[in-house]
């Protein structure tokens, strides 16, 4: 059963009593990250009236708010740590908030879901609302390039790698369409999960490391891109049967093709079958993947360590647990427990 979210946050800041730095770091970037959805709102309505859009209820509860804006706050940390310009860090928050409600939006069009933190009312149509919020974000983030850029040069700098950025994320995503042959896991994890896992989470320091010019934070960027092809891994081993009804490449699913000598149209129909997932070679592959994202994330925290950031390879693991708890998924958390003792 899904922990509660209080134990979730408790057994997250188990870090406090070990790691005084690390504690009192996320709770102000939590009221940082507010400071940046105000201002966020406050741009907003040069291109949209009040009564035009809604956010999404963000709570009051810390503990909801963390869970939900994990990352942005972990990214948003990494800054305030590296010692950036301090007058740019709420910019800089609002250019990794753009980034997070395009992405966020395009995904919505693909999926036919309905996330983010802004809504419009006006709007019916599923895909148009979607089309039209991302191009007013796309405006917000080239204002806010263009007040943390010294020149125009260096803003077209920043839009030119942002967008090569995205365009490669989008080659990525393109990738996953699955035919009747799959490329090996490693092949999958250069095409697909360098891209739409690395690719993007790196995406949100792309602006600040061409800025400032911080060799640390250049650093820390190869951290991040670690952790973020770490959680695309394991979004593969639990996305595997959804994978596989919507036939897009999973790691999971290459995995056990290549390993087990079985054909994408052999694989497909197992996958149909509930008793394939209690057989071993469906567990043996699911193990191994799940020791492996976990060894990921924990070489980019300690990339971030390196970089000054505070925490190591050891405290990086607690912190993982949590990732693991706030998405359900304490079961993998117990077998990569298992693999250890």
């Known amino acids: 059963m899904k922990k509660n979210l209080m134990s979730q946050f408790k ?3 188990k870090l406090g ?11 102000s970037t939590m009221k940082t990250h507010r400071d940046v959805e105000k201002e966020f709102a406050n741009k907003l309505t040069a ?3 009040e009564s035009e859009y809604s956010y999404a209820d963000t709570g009051a509860n810390p503990v909801k708010y963390l869970e939900k804006n994990f990352f942005s706050i972990l990214l948003l940390s990494i800054l305030k740590k590296m010692d950036v310009n301090k007058k740019y860090i709420i910019k800089y928050g609002i250019i990794m908030h753009c980034l997070r409600g395009i992405i966020t939006c395009t995904d919505n069009i693909l999926d036919s879901e309905s996330k983010g933190s802004v809504f419009l009312k006006d709007i019916k149509s599923h895909s148009l609302s979607n089309i039209m919020l991302n191009i007013v974000i796309q405006n917000i983030l080239n204002d806010t390039i263009s007040e943390i850029s010294d020149n125009r040069a260096q803003a077209s700098e920043i839009n030119t790698i ?6 490669s994320i989008a080659k990525g995503e393109n990738f996953r369409y699955l035919e009747d042959s799959i490329e090996k896991p490693e092949i999958i994890i250069e095409e697909v999960h360098k891209k739409i896992g690395g690719e993007l989470l790196e995406l949100a320091l792309i602006a600040p490391a061409i800025v400032e ?3 640390w934070l250049i650093k820390a960027k190869k951290g991040i891109f670690e952790i973020g092809v770490a959680l695309q891994m394991l979004d593969d081993v639990y996305d595997f049967k959804e994978d596989c009804e919507l036939k897009k490449k999973n790691l ?7 390993k087990e000598k079985l054909s994408v149209k052999k694989l497909l129909k197992l996958s149909e079958k509930p008793e394939f997932y209690n057989s071993s070679r469906y567990t043996s592959s699911y193990t191994e993947l799940i020791c492996s994202s976990v060894n990921t994330a924990l070489s980019g925290f300690q990339i971030l360590h390196e970089a000054g950031y505070p925490i190591n390879r050891e405290e990086g693991e607690l912190i993982i647990e949590f990732m693991f708890n706030v998405r359900g998924l304490e079961d993998g958390w117990e077998v990569y427990l298992k693999t250890k003792s």
Request: hydrophobic residues 50%; charged residues 10%.
């Open 213 to 215: 010019g911080n060799t």
């Open 17 to 27: 009593s070990g790691n005084r730095e690390f504690f009192p770091l996320i709770l």
């Open 252 to 258: 999971l699913f290459s995995h056990i093709a290549h």
């Open 162 to 167: 942002i967008t090569k950025a995205i365009y």
């Open 47 to 49: 291109y949209l009236n």
């Open 11 to 13: 057994m997250f800041f």
